[in-house]
C-alpha cells in the first residue's frame, strides 16, 4: 500500500477536524460517558467523511477503500477511542451490506442520510446469549402482511442510545441457522423499541452502548438489505471490513502511546537519571514500534486485496487477531513506565489501557478468530478427515 499525496491529504483533513472537534472534548465526554452523535456526525458528513468509500449517488466520494484506510488510520490519533470506535460504526460496520446489497430505494432513505450524518446509525447482530457466536442469535422477525413483526433483544449496541436507525440482523426463517437470517433497517423510534438501559462500561466510556428490547415491532419488508435468508452471509462480510477498520484503528492509537511514553520517560527521572536512558525501557519501546509497524504491513495488504475483490476472510482475521493482543501490549508495557501516574484516570494511558481490551473482543473474540485462521489452514476438527 503506497499512499499518494492525496491520501496524505485526507489524513491530514482528519487531524485538523480531530484537533478541533474531538480532541478538546475527550476528558467531557468520557466523564459524561456519551458524546453528541448527531452534532459530530453532521460535522463529518459537511466534509464527506462518512462516506468515503461510498458511492457518488448516495453522497458518498466514490474513492477505493485506501482512502477510507487513511481515513481510519489518521482517525485512530484521536485522544479518545471511543468516539473513533463510534465512527467506524457508522461508515464500517453498520452500512457495508446496505451499500453493497440494499436497493436505490433502500439506500436513498437511509444510507444518504447516514453519509451527510443526518442519522445515526447502528448494527444489532450480538446478543445477551450469542456474542460471538452469531449463528444462535434468537431475535425473529416474522412476517405479517407487508410487515416483519420483530420480537426479541440486542446487546452491547455501539451508538444504541442516539442511532436513528439500526441494521437488525434477525432469524427470518425455521431452516438451518445460517440460512434462516436476514438483515433489515430497523428505525430506531419505531413503536416497541425500547433502549433498556445504557451499559456501564470498563473502557470506551465515551461511547454509548445500549441494551435494546424489541417487543411486536413492525418494519415493512421493504426495508429488507437484499435477499431473505442471506443475512448471514452478508453479515460476515461486514465483519470482514468491521475487523480490517478495527485492526487499522490501533495503529496510531499504539504509537500515540508509545510517542507518549517516551516523552514521559524522558522527563521522569529515577536512581539519578531519566527512565528513558534504561536500556530496558528504550529496548521494549523500539520492539513495540516494530510489532506496531509489523502489523501496518499486514494490515495494508489486507487492504490491497479488498480492493482487488479478493476474499480477505483470513487476511482481516489475522490482522484484527494480532491487533487485540498487540493493543493490549502496548498499552500494558506503556503504562508500567508510566508508575503511580499510569494508574491514574486521570492519564491517557489509563485510558487507552482501558478502551484496548475491547479489540480482543468486539467484531469476534480472539478465539473466533483463530478458529477462522485455522480453517483456513484446513486445520480445523474434522477438516482433515474429508
Known amino acids: 500500500m503506497i499512499y499518494t499525496e492525496q491520501h496524505r491529504e485526507l489524513a491530514r483533513s482528519v487531524t485538523k477536524f480531530i484537533a478541533s472537534e474531538i480532541d478538546p472534548f475527550a476528558e467531557e465526554w468520557e466523564e459524561r460517558g456519551i458524546f453528541p452523535a448527531h ?31 487513511a481515513f481510519c488510520e489518521a482517525l485512530g490519533a484521536a485522544r479518545s477511542s471511543s468516539v473513533a470506535m463510534a465512527i467506524g460504526v457508522q461508515t464500517d460496520m453498520a452500512t457495508p451490506a446496505l451499500c453493497r446489497h440494499g436497493s436505490d430505494e433502500l439506500r436513498d432513505e437511509f444510507l444518504a442520510p447516514s453519509i451527510s450524518g443526518a442519522y445515526v446509525a447502528c448494527l444489532g ?34 451508538n444504541g442510545t442516539q442511532a436513528d436507525w439500526m441494521c437488525l440482523l434477525a432469524n427470518t426463517g425455521d431452516g438451518p441457522v445460517h440460512r434462516n437470517k ?18 456501564d462500561k470498563l473502557g470506551m466510556r465515551a461511547s454509548d452502548t445500549a441494551q435494546i428490547h424489541f417487543d411486536d415491532v ?29 485492526a487499522a484503528g490501533t495503529l496510531r492509537n499504539m504509537e500515540r502511546a508509545v510517542e507518549m511514553t517516551i516523552d514521559y520517560a524522558a522527563s521522569r527521572q529515577a536512581f539519578g537519571k531519566s527512565l528513558l536512558d534504561n536500556q530496558v525501557v528504550h529496548f521494549r519501546l523500539a520492539e513495540l514500534q516494530t510489532e506496531i509497524e509489523l502489523l501496518r504491513s499486514l494490515v495494508y495488504r489486507a487492504a490491497e486485496a479488498h480492493i482487488a ?23 500494558d508495557s506503556c503504562l508500567q513506565y508510566w508508575g503511580g ?30 478458529g477462522i485462521i485455522a480453517k483456513g489452514m484446513g486445520i480445523f476438527p474434522g477438516q482433515r478427515n474429508r
Not at 53 to 65: A, I, N, V
Not at 228 to 246: D, N, S, V
Not at 354 to 360: A, E, G, I, Q
Open 39 to 69: 452534532e459530530l456526525f453532521a460535522k463529518l458528513g459537511a466534509q464527506g467523511l462518512l462516506g468515503i468509500h461510498k458511492p457518488e449517488r448516495f453522497g458518498g466520494l466514490g474513492l477505493d477503500y485506501s482512502y477510507e484506510l
Open 309 to 331: 475483490g479478493e476474499d480477505i476472510l483470513q487476511l482481516a482475521s489475522m490482522a484484527k487477531l494480532k491487533a487485540g493482543r498487540l493493543h493490549r501490549d502496548v498499552a
Open 218 to 246: 413492525r418494519v415493512p419488508q421493504r426495508y429488507r438489505i437484499g435477499e431473505e435468508g442471506m443475512g448471514f452471509i452478508y453479515q460476515m462480510q461486514q465483519f470482514q471490513e468491521e475487523r480490517l477498520w478495527g
Open 125 to 158: 447482530v450480538s446478543e445477551a446469549g450469542a456474542g460471538s457466536d452469531v449463528a444462535s442469535l434468537k431475535t425473529s422477525a416474522r412476517k405479517d402482511g407487508g410487515d416483519y413483526v420483530v420480537n426479541g433483544g440486542k446487546m452491547w449496541t455501539t
Open 182 to 199: 436476514t438483515l433489515i433497517c430497523l428505525p430506531m423510534r419505531t413503536k416497541g423499541v425500547e433502549i433498556a438501559r445504557k451499559l
Open 341 to 370: 501516574m499510569g494508574y491514574m484516570t486521570e492519564t491517557e494511558i489509563s485510558r487507552i489501557y482501558r478502551d484496548s481490551r475491547l479489540t480482543s473482543i468486539g467484531g469476534g473474540a480472539d478465539e473466533v478468530m483463530l
